[in-house]
Structures are given as C-alpha cells and as structure tokens.
C-alpha cells in the first residue's frame, strides 16, 4: 500500500487523539489497532467491537507503521 493510498484511511489531525495517526472518519488511532493485535486480539474480534472499521483499514495501520519503521531506520542509518 503506497502513501497515497494510505492517505485514504490514515489521518493525523492535532485536533483529534493528540495528533497521533488514525483511522481516517474514528478515533482509533494506528496504535490502538497494534496495540490490540499484539494482545492476540483477532483482526475478526477487532471488526466486531468496531464496527465502524473494515479489513482495509487493519491493513492500512500495518502499512503505516511498517512504513514508518522504514523511515526511522533510514533516519538511524545517516
């Protein structure tokens, strides 16, 4: 998923969770979604408490933080 399209469920607004990246239209933000499935919660279980969010949007804050551990590394590496 390129960063276009990730800009199509993934916002940052200061206004909204402190401006931590979230769930484009929620308040659920990139690292709740992490957070929950480290806890082995299933991407099913997360749908049904969440109605609000789709498969696509999983897939997106995984995109995004894999993303942005790139970025980080490349930071570290210069």
């Known amino acids: 998923m390129g960063t276009k399209e990730l800009s199509n469920y993934i916002v940052i607004d ?3 969770r402190f401006g931590k990246p979230c769930i484009k239209g929620t ?3 990139v690292g709740d979604i992490l957070q929950w499935l480290s806890e082995g919660i299933s991407v099913s279980e997360i749908l049904d408490d969440y109605p609000l969010l ?3 949007h ?3 804050a995984l995109a995004f933080a894999a993303r942005r551990e790139e970025i980080i590394k490349v930071i570290a590496a210069v």
Do not use: S
Request: proline residues 0%.
């Open 58 to 60: 999983i897939h997106a």
């Open 14 to 16: 200061q206004g909204v």
């Open 54 to 56: 789709k498969e696509i």
């Open 27 to 29: 308040r659920i933000t």
